[in-house]
């Protein structure tokens, strides 16, 4: 197994260093592909970006079979030409392509819902990812298509998927034609109605001819680390898809 989702001091909002997560993953068995945060023109000036060059000078002679270099390109409708640049022009084993920043706010912020049901806001969210995801055809992996059900400030912030129907069977239709995967991220999965509605949404992935899943945690501390893994195997054994990694762009199966 790996964990194709870990952060450690190169991203801003992580202390972790790449050792320790080294350590923690040998001890529970499983390989590790570390996934720095690059979110270009992110609203705080110089936050969510990291130096690649000196990453890679820092990083690489701990690399090998276990331990992989990646990166997660935050998507943005207004820079896909350097998002493209820097997933193709560093030698990343992989790379994920998440939505963190929606026309200009960090989701993550409460004022990104001010004013807005849920509705509203959920659908400029699955709007923008359907705009960026066609956009952006340079990353192995869309990562955690649930992440505004973090962060939403409402009673209930779970995707049902009928409701989104529309925008998410596009972006599933995309990433099945271009054969790209989609990351079931583990830190709302211990949750028994988060993992339902997961499920729908990879089922949903086979049956628009999507075969590939990446399995990542999203760990920021070693305590994370393969967090919720075979909760993850559940999912993904019952939407018959394929778990998979990625070392240097291609697709190894697991
Ligand atoms: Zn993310
Ligand atoms: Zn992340």
């Not at 912020?109 to 509705?119: G, L, R, S």
């Not at 034609?177 to 989609?182: D, G, M, Q, T, Y």
């Not at 109605?193 to 990446?214: H, P, Q, W």
């Amino acid at each position: 197994m790996f964990d194709c989702h870990v952060h450690t001091e190169f991203s801003t909002d992580s202390s972790m260093k790449l050792k320790d997560a080294i350590k923690k993953a040998k001890d529970i068995g499983i390989g590790l592909i570390i996934t720095e945060h690059m979110d270009l023109k992110y609203p705080v000036e110089g936050n969510f970006q990291f130096d690649v060059k000196r990453y890679f000078k820092e990083y690489g002679y701990l690399k090998n079979d276990k331990v992989l270099l990646g990166i997660e390109l935050g998507l943005r409708t207004d820079c896909i030409d350097e998002n493209k640049i820097i997933a193709l022009e560093n030698p990343f084993d992989y790379v994920i392509g998440s939505i963190h920043v929606v026309n200009g706010i960090d989701i993550y912020q409460d004022y990104f819902y001010a004013e807005k049901d849920k509705n509203q806001a959920y659908e400029e969210y699955f709007k923008f990812m359907y705009e960026c995801v066609k956009e952006s055809d340079f990353f192995d992996s869309l990562g955690h298509i649930d992440y505004i059900a973090r962060y939403a400030p409402f009673e209930d912030t779970e995707i049902y998927y009928d409701i989104y129907s529309d925008y998410i069977d596009e972006v599933l239709k995309i990433l099945s034609n271009r054969e790209k995967a989609i990351e079931v991220n583990t830190r709302r999965i211990n949750d028994k109605k988060a993992a339902e509605n997961i499920l729908t949404i990879l089922k949903r992935f086979n049956e628009l001819g999507g075969k590939y899943v990446t399995i990542g945690s999203d760990a920021h501390n070693t305590s994370d680390i393969g967090n919720n893994f075979n909760m993850a195997l559940d999912l993904v054994e019952k939407s018959n898809l394929k778990v998979v990694y990625f070392k240097e762009r291609k697709m190894e199966y697991i």
